[in-house]
């Protein structure tokens, strides 16, 4: 993860969403747009919109722009700079070593962490940038209006399983499947407890009762997708059971590695028409 600060506080992002980072200049202001969106500004040939990272977490404005930063990131097909008071450091974690945030902080889908590490007896945030940037453009989110045209469809008892740290994706992956007609879904909030659950079932003989398919996203606390899948695949147990993985982390590198350890399919947030596409044909 990379760390960095805003105000006195750190905070941490997958380096897998960096773009590129650079330093902060003034961008240009753009009219009636969102309060947290600070204006745009083109380092080359794509025009990248501004979030003011401060103004979004409820802190003061830098009291020294000359080292404020740009995070450029590239995630749900987006290019968004988020403005930072300072970078600090890359630190190499495992996924085990990201504890997930209790309700007191993440709870009812309003928190922005989907994580904590703690580094050299600092705890550093990760925060949900994909919910940010959701909060600030809805329609960049979980594109629902895909749902819509797939009309009605009939009830579909196929037990699913839903592997996805953030409460608010989580809630809206739920509503969405349950809408395209699937109606019997388990959530687990990262992979860890996705796996337990697994064994759990298998151990009692009701696996085949409970789980007939995985979707999985990338990067969560605890366990990630990837070694979800990796555990799923390898095993006699397991692996006859389809993994999805639908992440905001997709790109080509992404999904070679997916691809070696063995997904059914791989799906980019916020594209869930084609989510509920791939589990049609996955399980027809």
Same mark, same amino acid.
């Given at each position: ?124 945030? /990760?925060? &949900?940038? +994909?919910?940010?940037?959701? $909060?600030?453009?809805?329609? =960049?989110? @979980?594109?629902? #209006? ?68 995985? /979707?999985? &996203?990338? +990067?969560?606390?605890?366990? $990630?997708?990837?070694?979800? =899948?990796? @555990?799923?695949? #390898? ?12 992440s905001s982390l997709i790109n080509d590198d992404m999904r070679r590695k ?27």
């Open positions: 993860i990379l760390e960095f600060r805003v105000g006195n506080n750190a905070y941490g992002i997958n380096v897998a969403k960096i773009k590129e980072i650079l330093t902060y200049k003034k961008p240009n202001p753009v009219p009636n747009a969102n309060p947290f969106v600070e204006g745009i500004f083109m380092p080359r040939e794509d025009i990248i919109t501004v979030v003011d990272l401060a103004k979004c977490l409820g802190f003061p404005n830098s009291s020294n722009e000359a080292t404020d930063m740009y995070i450029v990131t590239n995630f749900n097909k987006l290019h968004i700079a988020f403005h930072v008071h300072s970078v600090q450091a890359i630190h190499r974690v495992s996924w085990a070593d990201i504890a997930e945030p209790d309700a007191t902080i993440s709870g009812s889908g309003c928190g922005v962490a989907t994580g904590i590490v703690k580094i050299n007896e600092k705890l550093i945030i /990760i925060l &949900d940038f +994909e919910k940010i940037v959701s $909060d600030i453009s809805p329609e =960049t989110g @979980l594109k629902l #209006s895909d749902i819509d045209h797939l009309g009605d469809r009939s009830r579909n008892n196929t037990p699913i399983m839903i592997v996805e740290d953030s409460q608010l994706l989580n809630k809206m992956i739920t509503e969405c499947l349950k809408k395209a007609g699937y109606t019997n879904l388990y959530c687990a909030a990262n992979g860890q407890e996705a796996w337990d659950k697994l064994n759990e079932l298998e151990s009692d003989g009701s696996l085949h009762d409970n789980v007939h398919l995985v /979707i999985t &996203d990338i +990067e969560m606390p605890q366990m $990630d997708g990837h070694r979800l =899948t990796k @555990l799923i695949k #390898s095993s006699d147990k397991f692996q006859h059971i389809p993994v999805v993985i639908f997916g691809e070696m350890l063995g997904a059914d399919a791989q799906l980019t947030k916020p594209e869930i028409g084609k989510l509920v596409d791939a589990i049609d044909n996955i399980l027809m």
